[in-house]
C-alpha cells in the first residue's frame, strides 16, 4: 500500500505516541504507585498550563505551534491536543487501578491505538462505524489480546478476565464518539475497569 495514503502528521503522532511507552515501562520498574502519581501528576499540569496559555496568548500559541505544529491535527488549534488527553487517562489510570493492571492498560493505550490508526489508514477498506476501518479494530483487537496475554503471564493474573477486557477494550474503542470520551482516557478505563470487575 502506497505510503502517500499516510499523513506525515499522523506517521510523526505515533512515533511521539510510541515514546508514551515510557510510562508504563517506569511503573513497572519503580513499582511506586505514589510516585507515578507524583511523576505522571507534575506532567499534567504542565501540560494544563500549556493548554491554557496557548488558548489565551497568541504568542505562546504561535511558539507552542512552532514546536508541536508538525505532530497536531489542525482540530487542536483551539482544543486540547492528544498529548494532554493521554496523560489524564494515564495518570487516572494509575490513582484508580493497581499496577499490574494499569501498566497493561497503558500499553495497550499506546500499542493498540498506534496499531489501529496505521493500519486503517494504510490497509483500511472496510468502513464500519466513526470513520474507523475493520482491519484498523481488528489490529487494535489483536494487539491488545496479545499485549493483554502477556501481560496476564508475566504479572499472575488471570488470563480470561484480561483476555475479555481487551476485546471489551476493542468495543470501546470502535464506539468511543457515544460514550462521549476520548479514546486517550476511554481505552485504559475502560480495558483496566473491565479487569478488574471481572477478576
Known sequence: M???RVPSTEIN?????????VYPALYAMLG?????????????????????????????????????????????????TG????????FLCIVMFDAPIAIVALVILVVSDTCASLVGLCFGRIRLINGKSLEGTLAFATSAL????????????????MLVAALATSIFELFNKQFGLND???IPLGFASTATILM
Not at 498529548?83 to 494515564?90: D, H, N, P, R
Not at 496475554?149 to 499472575?156: F, K, N, V
Open 13 to 21: 503522532r505515533k512515533i511521539i505516541h510510541l515514546t508514551s511507552l
Open 32 to 80: 511506586d504507585q505514589t510516585l507515578m502519581i507524583q511523576i505522571t501528576g507534575t506532567v499534567l499540569v504542565v501540560l494544563i498550563l500549556s493548554e491554557i496559555l496557548r488558548q489565551r496568548f497568541t504568542r505562546f500559541s504561535t511558539l507552542y505551534t512552532r514546536l508541536f505544529g508538525f505532530s497536531m491535527r489542525t482540530h487542536e488549534a483551539h482544543r486540547p
Open 146 to 161: 496479545l499485549i493483554a496475554y502477556l501481560g496476564a503471564t508475566l504479572s499472575g493474573l488471570y488470563f480470561l478476565p
Open 83 to 90: 498529548a494532554t488527553y493521554f496523560l489524564i487517562g494515564t
Open 2 to 4: 502506497s505510503e502517500d
Open 184 to 186: 486517550n482516557i476511554l
